[in-house]
């Protein structure tokens, strides 16, 4: 008895589904290519806008550097005289405030301080007058009269000196920044002092010893 045969179109139907397979396959193997370029050109536009962003930034940089060079030197031909020669920094009177001692504000130890302080006062229409009054016999001595007007300024000073100082710590006052923070804002209590009558130029430590 004879094997019934398979129907002619089996064969050809795998074949065809075969070849909707490979037509798939080959079909997007074009899109995969298409996407790698997308990509490509993506990555290409973000580094150009980064770098034309770099490239701003460094010349409002560039800018800003070369505007501030032009104010330094401005300010600097400024303080100069015609011939070139550097402008004295103003010079004031100097009063020596004597020693101090005191305690310092540290918790684990304690510490106390030992400075000469003096501060250096701009002079006054007054002083000025005087000291041009020659100096004969009779005539003003202009350090007699800040003395005398130190004299009942000094127990204030001296007061906002020891405030200043004796609220810091021994570490804070061994550094050069803590001893510079120190002097400004003692400058700025006897500015408060004298009410815009004179004001501090500079302060000065002498012997400073921590113990």
Do not use: C, W
């Not at 089996?10 to 790698?36: C, H, M, R, W, Y």
């Not at 000073?157 to 050069?176: H, N």
């Amino acid at each position: 008895m004879a094997n019934p045969s398979r129907p002619r179109d089996a064969k050809p139907k795998a074949e065809d589904e075969d070849f909707e397979i490979k037509q798939t396959t080959t079909v997007d193997k074009p899109q995969s290519g298409a996407n790698l370029i997308t990509t490509i050109i993506v990555v290409a536009i973000a580094a150009v806008v980064i770098i034309a962003t770099n490239y701003v930034m460094m010349n409002m940089q560039m800018s800003q550097m070369s505007k501030k060079i032009t104010e330094i030197s401005a300010n600097a031909n400024e303080e100069t005289g015609d011939e070139g020669e550097s402008v004295a920094a103003e010079r004031g009177v100097i009063i020596d405030l004597g020693e101090f001692i005191l305690n310092l504000s540290d918790t684990n130890a304690r510490k106390f301080l030992k400075v000469n302080v003096a501060i250096e006062l701009s002079k006054k229409d007054s002083d000025i007058a005087a000291a041009g009054g020659g100096h004969g016999e009779g005539a003003p001595d202009p350090m007699a009269n800040i003395e005398a007007e130190m004299n009942q300024f000094k127990p204030s000073i001296r007061d906002s000196i020891i405030s200043v100082l004796s609220s810091k710590t021994s570490e804070e006052l061994a550094t050069t920044p803590g001893k510079e923070l120190a002097k400004e804002q003692i400058k700025e209590a006897i500015d408060a002092i004298f009410e815009g009558d004179r004001e501090v130029l500079r302060v000065s430590f002498g012997s400073f010893f921590i113990q």
